[in-house]
């Protein structure tokens, strides 16, 4: 019987207090990563869309490293967009740097009309590697 574990990375809790929410659950060989804002230190939003993509991206980073995985072990990506039309070509530059060949993650993009004050979110599944024995 697999058992969830909550995961959780270094110095990003204030979001995940507030809203009562685990970053990321472990369960089995995924993890099923919340979804990840460009959130400052304090919880607040990053004004600079670029920057708060990016640093969305960073939370990510983070929170698949506390979980044991990389951006490389990402299956599914689903990001959602206040603005998708003018906000894309933004999420695409960033999202071609992070992800610079394929083979790439499957991917779904939702235009949505609040994020709790963000302008971009992103959660994934990932799977854990398997440690050698």
């Not at 600079?48 to 072990?73: H, I, M, P, W």
């Amino acid at each position: 019987m697999s058992t969830r574990q909550a995961i959780f990375p270094a110095d990003r809790h204030e979001l995940y207090k507030l809203h009562r929410y685990s970053a990321a659950i472990k369960s089995g060989d995924l993890l099923f990563v919340s979804g990840q804002v460009g959130s400052l230190g304090d919880g607040s939003p990053e004004p600079n869309f670029e920057a708060q993509v990016r640093l969305a991206f960073a939370n990510l980073e983070a929170t698949l490293k506390a979980g044991g995985c990389s951006l490389n072990d990402i299956v599914d990506v689903t990001t959602f967009h206040t603005d998708p039309e003018n906000q894309f070509p933004t999420i695409l530059k960033v999202k071609d740097e992070i992800f610079p060949e394929s083979p790439y993650p499957n991917w779904t993009a939702l235009g949505v009309n609040w994020l709790a004050g963000f302008d971009f979110e992103i959660k994934v599944i990932a799977r854990v590697a398997k440690k050698a024995t």
